[in-house]
């Protein structure tokens, strides 16, 4: 499903996301990118999800086409809020506000892996609220 191309070392990704958002182990740190994900993966398109899940590793694409929703419908003008709910819900975190900060910590580094095309792809794909935080992320 992913690109061997695109092999990180988890270690080394988490260890970073531990520096840039003051998370204190790398448990966390992936806690945070499978809810992200996880969320995100919900909110995409079919063809955009499995865009994204090729260029990503593949423990990381697992995470964002991992689970389904008996009634799946995207809804297009998700506020933050709501993102940061299912976030903070998926990572056992009950603040949605400390789970924007943890969202925008993944989102910068997910974006670190991916071709600018890519990025704009998965912008245009998200409600205008969360579309702000991907591209400002």
């Known amino acids: 499903m992913s690109n061997p191309a695109t092999a990180i070392d988890l270690d080394s990704f988490y260890q970073s996301m531990m520096q840039a958002g003051n998370l204190r182990t790398p448990k966390h740190a992936s806690r945070l990118t499978f809810a992200v994900l996880h969320t995100l993966g919900f909110n ?60 925008q910590l993944v989102f910068h580094q997910i974006k670190k892996l991916l071709n600018s095309k890519l990025i704009n792809e998965v912008g245009r794909d998200l409600s205008p609220e969360v579309r702000e935080l991907w591209l400002a992320a």
């Open 44 to 103: 995409l398109s079919g063809s955009v999800k499995r865009d994204l899940a090729k260029a990503l590793p593949e423990d990381l694409a697992k995470s964002l086409t991992r689970g389904w929703r008996l009634i799946n419908i995207r809804h297009k003008n998700l506020s933050l809020h709501d993102f940061a709910k299912d976030v903070a819900r998926h990572s056992g975190n009950t603040d949605p506000a400390v789970a924007k900060i943890g969202t």
